[in-house]
């Protein structure tokens, strides 16, 4: 993975104005709030993709963790508060225990800010072993992804 990451039809994505709680001193976005928008965009993704149960339900009601195990991620311009930016999610691959999404943030004016490729892996959260993707999940990201290619 190269960090280049294009995505002219990412699987799923939101626009969000950049806050000043999500800036430093310097008035540009604090590195780790990035990690924090990718991970309610991938909430917000879940919620719609399973809307009876939503990510809350899958974490907090069948205990299917999803932990980072790989994060690669290149910062390429700056986001400074007030910004609209796309937040964009593409799934790269989708295999038995895991899954790999590429991110990217994208400024109003096309440019491209951050970038990042993650590894996630399914997990039971009582024996914090790797399991399977249960086959509801599976099936709704296959859907997600083919609805996106469309």
């Known amino acids: 993975m190269n960090g280049d990451i294009r995505m002219a039809m990412p699987t799923y994505r939101r626009k969000h104005k950049i806050h000043f709680s999500e800036c430093d001193p310097a008035g540009i976005v604090f590195y780790p709030q990035y990690f924090v928008l990718f991970n309610d965009l991938i909430e917000s993704w879940f ?25 690669e991620v290149d910062f390429k311009a700056v986001s400074k508060m007030g910004d609209e930016v796309w937040l964009a999610i593409d799934v790269e691959r989708l295999g038995e225990k895991s899954l790999t999404l590429a991110w990217a943030c994208t400024g109003a004016d096309g440019v491209l800010r951050m970038a990042a490729h993650q590894t996630i892996v399914t997990t039971s959260l009582d ?24």
């Open 47 to 71: 919620d719609e993709m399973l809307p009876e149960e939503g990510y809350h339900g899958v974490i907090g009601g069948r205990r299917v963790g999803m932990p980072t195990v790989r994060l």
């Open 127 to 150: 024996t914090h072993q790797s399991i399977g993707i249960p086959d509801d999940i599976r099936v709704a990201i296959e859907n997600a992804i083919a609805a996106a290619r469309e």
